[in-house]
């Protein structure tokens, strides 16, 4: 598949979806949108291949920018809903990517690319790094979930102080507030992405997968209720090769050879 707006390579493993529009600073419109969607779907299609997924943005200035603002002040009420929703469809799509999501923030992660990097898994930044919310400068809230995703990775207080104010944290900030992991320096940003993403696809995909479900899952449940969904996943691995192989190799005192799921 060929694409205008990103770019999607898979190697050792690992799948690089890079958003590539740097003179709009990588800003997400209903093309880039579609075609993240897009590459989402040829990673859920194959996860013998693709164990995790790397989100970045091309250039030097920004991860994403926001939506495209230019694209927005276009539309009215109705056609504002469709671009909500598909935002909406596009992140719900890349949290419960079965495969472990990383953004490698390498500058600008603002309104919808605030968003989109919070739907990762992982998030780990450049010194260059800035994170905010800042649509209410817009007359605008955040439209990709950003209410509520953010208050639930930084805490209800902490999200409301970032959109109210629509202030923009520099990385150290952003570390502080729990929105990224490490922060390194640009050139080595990659790489210290590439190198977690391969560390994480070497181990039991059936496993890592059920990890980030019952975790997901668990997080908005209350906590019998969400034991009972990690009893339940722990159980099943049992019935598959994976864990077979697992604990096989360790007893065999060798690498695990963990299978397609
Ligand atoms: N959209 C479109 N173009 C953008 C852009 C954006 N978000 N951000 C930057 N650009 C473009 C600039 O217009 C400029 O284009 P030219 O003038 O060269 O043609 C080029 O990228 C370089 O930007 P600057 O010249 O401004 O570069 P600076 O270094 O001076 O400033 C900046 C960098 C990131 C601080 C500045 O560009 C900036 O403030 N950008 C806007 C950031 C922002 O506000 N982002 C949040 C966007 S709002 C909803 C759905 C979704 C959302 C809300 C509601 N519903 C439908 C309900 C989401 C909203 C957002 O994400």
Redesign the pocket.
Known sequence: MSFQNITWEVADGVGTLTVNRP???N??DVATLTEIGQALELARAEPGQVRAVILTGAGE??FV????????SR?GPAE??D??AL?HRTLDALEALPVVTIAAVNG?A????C?LAMACDLVYASDKA?F????V??G?????G?TQRLLRRVGLMRAKEMIFSGE?YDAAAARAAGLCLDVVAPEKLLEHARAKARLIASRGPAALALCKKVMQRGADQPLPQALDGERTAFAGLFGGAEAKEGMAAFLEKRPARFPAP
């Not at 920018?65 to 927005?72: L, P, V």
């Open positions: 003179k709009q600073l800003a997400l200035k920004a920018a926001g939506a495209d603002i230019a694209a927005m539309l504002a809903s671009f909500a935002g600008f603002l309104g919808g690319g968003e800035r905010g919310q800042p649509e400068n817009l605008l809230i955040p439209g990709f950003g923009v």
